[in-house]
């Protein structure tokens, strides 16, 4: 059974960081492209970032361009999303997700099709 398990949410000021964290277990880590999703109050989920642990390619949405960074540690089956400059609008639950390479879809809708994803982590970014 896959698990993803998040932490690192909180409440940050503007301008500050914050650092996620999503554990997986379950799966053959190099198997899979494991990344963020999240989703705001009254919104759409929105695609953040993933990353291919196999190849190491990454997709980040515009919104968070040159502001957050998506890594993964595959000693540890952990991936990391490394958010600076955080802005109010960043403010939404985000989740950790996994789906399997050979299933994944490309760009912004790469969270379409899951085989997994988390409870999800709150961000709260005040101004």
């Known amino acids: 059974e896959v698990q993803l398990v998040e932490s690192g949410g909180g409440l940050v000021q503007a301008g500050g960081s914050l650092r996620l964290s999503c554990a997986a277990s379950?799966?053959?880590?190099?198997?899979?492209?494991i990344g963020w999703f999240r989703q705001a109050p009254g919104k759409e989920r929105v695609g953040v970032s993933c990353?291919?642990?196999?190849?190491?390619?990454?997709f980040y949405g515009d919104s968070v361009k040159g502001r957050f960074t998506i890594s993964s540690d595959n000693a540890k089956n952990t991936v990391y999303l490394q958010m600076n400059s955080l802005k109010p609008e960043d403010t939404a639950v985000y989740y950790c997700a996994a789906v399997e390479n050979s299933r994944r879809l490309y760009g912004s809708v790469w969270f379409y099709a899951l085989d997994a994803w988390g409870q999800g982590t709150l961000v709260t970014v005040s101004s």
């Open positions: 990353i291919s642990s196999s190849d190491g390619s990454t």
């Open positions: 379950g799966i053959t880590f190099d198997d899979y492209t």
